[in-house]
């Protein structure tokens, strides 16, 4: 699989294509200007299959810890181990600078993200009540020691 698709940075001539499948994905989806605010200041990175955005993954870093705060596969590459090379190629990127400690939410109903998370080693190490709004439900906090 890893020869069909290609990770690199984000560039804004992705915005469009990342915020599409946002829009398929989640019921809350972030507007395209979170998109581009993070071409510029957060690890954006996009998964490319026969040169089209099929998937994306956007985290932040500061001192040794980082928090994946999106990630989602457009609904014709899942399960066949984009996601999983999406989550590789972001706590890679963190551990090159320097994170010991990757955090992300995820919603608590998500059973294919938290077992996609789960094998990397991600533990549940809390919850937020409430967190997600469309519709409300409590996210799952978990983390892994890079």
Known sequence: MAD????????????PAVHAIEQR??????????FRDCV?????????EDQ???????ALDAADEG????LAVAEGGRRRGLG???VQAIVDNLAERGVREVFLEVRESNAAA???YTAFGFREVGRRKGYYRRPVEDAI???LDA
């Open 25 to 34: 994905v989640f019921a809350d989806p972030w507007s395209t200007q979170d």
């Open 114 to 116: 938290r077992a996609l």
């Open 40 to 48: 510029a200041f957060a690890l954006f990175l996009v998964a490319e």
């Open 67 to 70: 928090d994946i705060l999106n």
């Open 4 to 15: 069909r698709f290609r990770i690199r940075p984000a560039e804004l001539t992705d915005v």
């Open 84 to 86: 999983r090379a999406l």
């Open 141 to 143: 906090v978990l983390r």
């Open 52 to 58: 089209r955005v099929a998937g994306y993954a956007v």
